[in-house]
């Protein structure tokens, strides 16, 4: 599909250099798109357009922004999808499943596109990369790897805020449990099993 391809042209010029949330995750993200719709036999067109323009606004972590990149995503992703003559009815699905795949939003996506977009990504933050762009991250924040009296929560609340391996608790190893497709979920309990080795890894040399 062509279009895809000046959709991707377009994509390369806005994207920041985030290394969480660069070209390369949206490369990430497409492929699993691409492999679960082909499984669930899903409209292509519309779920790898929103794969592509799924994060064209990032706010940093850091910023109070940052909850609402999903939506500014969303609207952006209008204009350029009107650009391209998408129909009215095709530009709101692509613009909905883009608003409601962050797990920020705490939304399960009501249409299919929508919910394969969100496993799709929620599947980019699992497995080994899904720990390099944890500590990717981190390192952007300042923010240390572990809290040193209680590295794994056993005692406490998990704070990513404050600490990288907080996030596997808070909210890495949830991610397996609230997949939309019977693909995603398995290659979630896949890639969920790597991060369990990790810090199982991890507890041992720490």
Request: proline share 3%.
């Amino acid at each position: 599909m062509k279009v895809l391809d000046s959709i991707k042209s377009e994509v390369i010029k806005i994207m920041d250099n985030d290394p969480a949330h660069d070209f390369e995750h949206v490369m990430r993200v497409y492929n699993n798109a691409q492999k679960i719709s082909k499984k669930e036999k899903a409209n292509q067109k519309l779920i790898l357009s929103a794969a592509l323009l799924h994060d064209i606004v990032s706010y940093p972590k850091s910023s109070k922004r940052s909850k609402l990149s999903s939506i500014e995503s969303s609207k952006k992703s209008k204009l350029i999808l009107k650009k391209y003559e998408f129909t009215d009815e095709e530009i709101i699905v692509v613009s909905n499943a883009i608003a409601d795949h962050s797990f920020s939003q705490n939304k399960i996506p009501q249409t299919l596109e929508g919910k394969i977009l969100q496993d799709a990504d929620r599947l980019d933050a699992l497995g080994a990369i899904g720990i390099a762009r944890v500590f990717a991250t981190s390192g952007s924040l300042n923010r240390p790897f572990y809290n040193i009296d209680d590295p794994f929560c056993a005692k406490r609340n998990p704070d990513d805020n404050l600490w990288a391996v907080d996030h596997f608790f808070n909210k890495l190893l949830k991610l397996e449990f609230m997949m939309n497709t019977k693909s995603g979920k398995i290659e979630a309990k896949k890639r969920t099993k790597v991060l369990r080795t990790f810090l199982k890894e991890l507890k041992n040399e720490v």
